[in-house]
C-alpha cells in the first residue's frame, strides 16, 4: 500500500467571480521510502499539489492520503498534529527555514522545543541532525555566518527533528550554485537512506530530476508522465544509468500525450486511434496526415 495516494484529486479556487482550477483529478502513488521529484512549470498545480500534502490547504473533491492521514477529512486539531508530526517541510526560501538570531544547534532544537521535549534531550537530538547533514562544526554560527547551501541542509535537520515521515522540499537548490545543489542532494539522499523518511522534491527545473530514481511530471493539474532511471550493465560490463519515460494512465483510462509530441504532429481537439496487437496508434484527424506521401491508401487501413 501507498504511503501517499492520491486518486482523482481536485482543487478549485474562487477569485471573485472566477474560478480557477488548480488541480483536475491528479492520480499520484508514492511508496514509504522513496526520493521522488515532481516537477511542473508555474501555473502546473505543483504548489497545490504541495500545500495539499502539507496539510496547509484541502481539496475540493477526490481523495488524498498520507500516513493513513485522509486529508480530506481532517479537523483543525488533527491537522495540527498532523502537520507536526507526519510532515517537514524545506522552502526555497532560506528566511522562512530558520530563525536569524539562533544559531544552527538551535534552530533544528525549536521544534523540538515547541514539542516539549527537555534540554538535555534536545541538545542530543540536534547533534545528532547536524551530524548527520554534515555541519557539526557549524552548530554554533548564526544564519548570516553560513552559506546558502548550509542554510538549506540545516533546513533539512530542521525539518527532521519531529522525526515526520514525509519531507517536502519547494525548491531547495533554487536559489544554490550547481556545486552546492549536488551537495544539498547527497544529504537528501543520505537522510533517505539513514532514515527512511520518504523524500518529495518539487521544482520547476528538469534537471534537478537527474538526481532522483523517479520523477513525475504535472501538467495543467494533472500528472502526465513519469520518467524512472535504473541501473544496469552494458555489453563491457559497465554500469550505466538508464531513463524511461511512461505517460501515466489514470484510473478510466485517460493519459496525457507529451507536449513535443503533441506540437511536432499538430494534434488538436480529436486523434484517430488505432488498436495493434502490442500498441496503440495515434494520428492527426485531417486528411493529409491519413494519406502516404505518394498518395497512396490510408495509412490506418
Request: proline residues 3%; hydrophobic residues 40%.
Amino acid at each position: 500500500m501507498s504511503q501517499i495516494a492520491c486518486e482523482g484529486l481536485v482543487k478549485i479556487y474562487k477569485v471573485a467571480d472566477l474560478e480557477v482550477v488548480a488541480l483536475q483529478g491528479l492520480d499520484l502513488a508514492v511508496d514509504a521510502g522513496e526520493l521522488i521529484a515532481i516537477v511542473g512549470a508555474s501555473g502546473s498545480g505543483k504548489s497545490t499539489l504541495q500545500n495539499i500534502l502539507g496539510g496547509l490547504d484541502t481539496p475540493t473533491a477526490g481523495k488524498a492520503s498520507v500516513a493513513g492521514f485522509d486529508l480530506a477529512s481532517l479537523d483543525n486539531r488533527a491537522r495540527s498534529i498532523y502537520r507536526r508530526e507526519v510532515v517537514g517541510f524545506v522552502w526555497q526560501q532560506t528566511s522562512r527555514n530558520l530563525v536569524p538570531y539562533l544559531d544552527a544547534a538551535e534552530n533544528v532544537e525549536l521544534p523540538l522545543v515547541l514539542g516539549g521535549m527537555g534540554g538535555r534531550d534536545r541538545r542530543h537530538v540536534a547533534r545528532e541532525l547536524l551530524d548527520l547533514i554534515g555541519l557539526s562544526d557549524r552548530a554554533d554560527h548564526r544564519p548570516h555566518q553560513l552559506s546558502g547551501g548550509e542554510q538549506q541542509r540545516v533546513a533539512i535537520a530542521i525539518a527532521l527533528a519531529n522525526r515526520p515521515k514525509v519531507l517536502l522540499a519547494d525548491e531547495p537548490t533554487g536559489e544554490l550554485d550547481t556545486e552546492s545543489a549536488e551537495e544539498l542532494f547527497a544529504v537528501l539522499r543520505g537522510i533517505n537512506d539513514a532514515l527512511g523518511v520518504t523524500v518529495i522534491v518539487l521544482t520547476h527545473d528538469p534537471l534537478v530530476a537527474t538526481q532522483v530514481n523517479r520523477t513525475i511530471a504535472i501538467r495543467d493539474g494533472r500528472t502526465s508522465t513519469e520518467t524512472v532511471r535504473r541501473a544496469e550493465l552494458d555489453a563491457d560490463g559497465e554500469h550505466r544509468v538508464v531513463a524511461e519515460e511512461f505517460a501515466l494512465l489514470d484510473r478510466v483510462g485517460r493519459l496525457q500525450l507529451p507536449r513535443e509530441y503533441v506540437e511536432a504532429l499538430e494534434l488538436e481537439r480529436r486523434v484517430r486511434l488505432a488498436l495493434e496487437s502490442d500498441h496503440v496508434g495515434v494520428w492527426p484527424d485531417r486528411p493529409r496526415a491519413r494519406r502516404r506521401r505518394d498518395g497512396g491508401e490510408d495509412e490506418n487501413e
